[in-house]
T-cell receptor, first 116, second 113 residues
Framework: DGGITQSPKYLFRKEGQNVTLSCEQNLNHDAMYWYRQDPGQGLRLIYYSQIVNDFQKGDIAEGYSVSREKKESFPLTVTSAQKNPTAFYLC???????????????FGDGTRLSIL | KQEVTQIPAALSVPEGENLVLNCSFTDSAIYNLQWFRQDPGKGLTSLLLIQSSQREQTSGRLNASLDKSSGRSTLYIAASQPGDSATYLC????????????FGTGTRLQVTL
């Protein structure tokens, strides 16, 4: 079955540590996205990538970094510069390439990150 | 800047009732609008996507309408069931884009026996 796999499901970060969240998709989608979800708030876009080797900052990119070396993979690193990393992180993908309009976004099951 | 509002924030209905969830957005120049469902601790499941040229979309007991000129969409759920209990979110592309979505904060629905 095609879908988006996020791992791990739960992750704990120590002070000053960088952690990486994995996102893999086998839907052959060109575009991939990372969102952050906090209680009582809507999803907020961290980074997105429309094609391999290219990505753009979203609304809350500070303290995060990404790479897009393969079409299937879009890992997110939460750096020590992100002072409030505790949240639910969701990865999504959509087809359509550069056009992108009219393509629904499909989501993984998320990673819950907490601070130790 | 696109802003999305969903009312009500929470809703409890008895099984079998028909119900309407509301979504409003500030910038009517959108490419499409998408409705999602989110179960506790899970990711989002896409329910319906309405293109800007369409007025409604249907999938089973779900019907979503779109009125771009007034900046509103509604999700109609017919004959609600306990399994419909979840948070429902709507999302539209951010102003000037086709891909970056702006989400509402959702309506938390509980369907009781």
């Amino acid at each position: 079955d095609g879908g988006i796999t996020q791992s791990p499901k739960y992750l704990f970060r120590k002070e000053g540590q960088n952690v990486t969240l994995s996102c893999e998709q086998n839907l052959n989608h060109d575009a991939m996205y990372w969102y952050r979800q906090d209680p009582g708030q809507g999803l907020r876009l961290i980074y997105y990538s429309q094609i391999v080797n290219d990505f753009q900052k979203g609304d809350i990119a500070e303290g995060y970094s990404v790479s897009r070396e393969k079409k299937e993979s879009f890992p997110l690193t939460v750096t020590s510069a992100q002072k409030n990393p505790t949240a639910f992180y969701l990865c999504a993908s959509s087809g359509g390439g550069a056009a992108l309009s009219g393509q629904p976004q499909h989501f993984g099951d998320g990673t819950r990150l907490s601070i130790l | 800047k696109q802003e999305v509002t969903q009312i009500p924030a929470a809703l409890s209905v008895p099984e079998g009732e028909n119900l309407v969830l509301n979504c409003s957005f500030t910038d009517s120049a959108i490419y499409n609008l998408q409705w999602f469902r989110q179960d506790p601790g899970k990711g989002l499941t896409s329910l319906l996507l309405i293109q800007s040229s369409q007025r409604e979309q249907t999938s089973g007991r779900l019907n979503a309408s779109l009125d771009k000129s007034s900046g509103r969409s509604t999700l109609y759920i017919a004959a609600s069931q306990p399994g419909d209990s979840a948070t429902y979110l709507c999302a539209v592309p951010a102003t000037g884009t086709a891909s970056k979505l702006t989400f509402g904060t959702g309506t938390r629905l509980q369907v009781t026996l």
